[in-house]
T-cell receptor
Framework: AQSVAQPEDQVNVAEGNPLTVKCTYSVSGNPYLFWYVQYPNRGLQFLLKYITGDNLVKGSYGFEAEFNKSQTSFHLKKPSALVSDSALYFCAVRESGYNKLIFGAGTRLAVHP | SQTIHQWPATLVQPVGSPLSLECTVEGTSNPNLYWYRQAAGRGLQLLFYSVGIGQISSEVPQNLSASRPQDRQFILSSKKLLLSDSGFYLC????????????FGPGTRLTVT
């Protein structure tokens, strides 16, 4: 069965420092991996995806994520955090042949001035 | 470009009353459509998804139902609301033959009193 784990409920980072939000997954086939961001009382916004190819994927707002097949991870990163990056972040996985995404529980990112 | 609409944005309903939430997508045809519920600003629970008109898959047994009367219209309904139905309801769409990232609407905040 497909599953996604986001091991941290909250990540705290100082503005200007690099940030990492962790995600690990479990699928039986090739994974399609996604990151979303949610601001309070808003819908989820798509940030980036990994389908195939280069393991380092670049997305919106300066975010990037690294696919690591051996560690079954897809961590979200940004070189320099902004206060405006504070939000709830979701990792998701889709297994080939399925119509559904499986979402992690979410990680709250707090960037402090 | 594609746009997804949800209404109403907020709704306060008494226990036992009916519910109808509507979602429409513009700028694409034959999308996959999804209804999620998010409780307490955290994880997403997939309620229903649809791959075509009249085709509904239910993920969680409950007192909610979904219908897709038109290609780009997805409706979430209940005959009698429960207190536990309170939450943030999100509609999403995805293309049918690509990488399956989903795009979310702005959401409906439902409070059952």
């Amino acid at each position: 069965a497909q599953s996604v784990a986001q091991p941290e409920d909250q990540v705290n980072v100082a503005e200007g420092n690099p940030l990492t939000v962790k995600c690990t997954y479990s699928v039986s086939g090739n994974p399609y991996l996604f990151w979303y961001v949610q601001y309070p009382n808003r819908g989820l916004q798509f940030l980036l995806k990994y389908i195939t190819g280069d393991n380092l994927v670049k997305g919106s707002y300066g975010f990037e994520a690294e696919f690591n097949k051996s560690q079954t991870s897809f961590h979200l990163k940004k070189p320099s955090a902004l206060v405006s990056d504070s939000a709830l972040y979701f990792c998701a996985v889709r297994e080939s042949g399925y119509n559904k995404l499986i979402f992690g529980a979410g990680t709250r990112l707090a960037v402090h001035p | 470009s594609q746009t997804i609409h949800q209404w109403p944005a907020t709704l306060v309903q008494p226990v036992g009353s009916p519910l109808s939430l509507e979602c429409t997508v513009e700028g694409t045809s034959n999308p996959n459509l999804y209804w999620y519920r998010q409780a307490a600003g955290r994880g997403l629970q997939l309620l229903f998804y649809s791959v075509g008109i009249g085709q509904i898959s239910s993920e969680v047994p409950q007192n909610l139902s979904a219908s897709r009367p038109q290609d780009r219209q997805f409706i979430l309904s209940s005959k009698k609301l429960l207190l536990s139905d309170s939450g943030f309801y999100l509609c999403a769409w995805s293309r049918t033959r690509t990488s399956y990232e989903q795009y979310f609407g702005p959401g409906t905040r439902l409070t059952v009193t």
